[in-house]
């Protein structure tokens, strides 16, 4: 969960608007020339936390970078569902030409999964940091999480919502949620606290799905940092050894947030069909 929302418009970056199946309007930046490649962001996220990912990977590929649903410049129909979240990846997919390879980072690594699972048409799948839990001591996510971060955001405590999600799915310390009241990316944070559901739903109590993880089909390339999460790196372990055709890269001395420049060689290789 990066919650940073920086990012300025490189030059050759053109905004575009598409329609998913329900007639939801998503907003998403085109830049780059080359194999397409969907980026999916994770909660808290808006395109600008991974437009310096697509500037960096610009020079070879056709990034397409979108707002999910609820978030920036993109609209909401209720009510809520996963799936629809799974057209409006297959939207995106449709603008690329009807087939592209798709990034998804932490909550939105466990959206393209569910996507891939279903069949959509995702030529190559990378997944950075997706959360489950593997291991009977890892914690998990309590039933209701998401019914109550929906509640908050409806009766207009967004706060509420946004420190309710740090502190129970992120694992933020309270004392650091506190003193995050006064950064200055909290205002974003707080204007998409409302999709926090969204994501909640997503990733359900954070049980590895094996049954479904295992009727992927597209070669997936599983990242993790060095000092990501211990939670998120057992279970990068543990989504190669379920996919049917995965291998595993670690980014040393790289976190949870997004290193665009760690990243590009990576995704490089993998999406050029390297071995």
């Given amino acids: 969960m990066d919650q940073s929302q920086t990012g300025s418009p490189p030059v050759g970056r053109s905004t575009r608007t598409t329609t998913s199946a329900d007639g939801t309007t998503l907003a998403f930046d085109v830049e780059g020339d080359g194999p397409p490649i969907v980026l999916v962001g994770g909660a808290f996220n808006t395109r600008p936390t991974t437009a310096p990912l697509a500037g960096a990977l610009r020079d070879r ?30 939207a995106m997919i449709r603008e690329a030409g009807g087939s592209a390879a798709v990034f998804g980072y ?76 006064q950064a200055p990316f909290r205002p974003a944070l707080e204007a998409i606290a409302h999709t926090l559901s969204y994501d909640a739903r997503i990733v359900g109590d954070l049980a590895l799905p094996t049954g479904l993880i295992r009727s992927v089909t597209a070669p997936a390339l599983v990242i993790d940092g060095e000092e990501s999460p211990p939670v998120m790196r057992k279970a990068a372990a543990a989504l190669v050894r379920t996919l049917p055709d995965a291998r595993r890269r670690t980014l040393a001395g790289q976190g949870h947030d997004l290193a665009p420049e760690a990243l590009r060689p990576v995704l490089e290789d993998f999406l050029a069909g390297s071995p």
Avoid: C, H, W
């Fill in 61 to 90: 590929f056709t990034t397409i970078n979108f707002d999910r649903r609820g978030r920036g410049d993109s609209g909401d129909t209720p009510p809520y569902a996963v799936e629809r979240e799974i057209d409006d990846l297959d």
């Fill in 106 to 181: 932490s909550s939105g690594a466990t959206l393209a999964l569910k996507a891939a699972a279903r069949g959509s048409a995702i030529s190559r799948l990378v997944v950075y940091d997706a959360p489950f839990a593997v291991d009977d001591a890892d914690p998990r996510l309590p039933p209701g999480l998401a019914d109550e971060l929906a509640r908050l955001a409806e009766a207009g405590r967004r706060g509420d919502a946004v420190e309710l999600y740090q502190r129970v799915a992120v694992g933020i310390a309270e004392e650091v949620v506190a003193r995050m009241r």
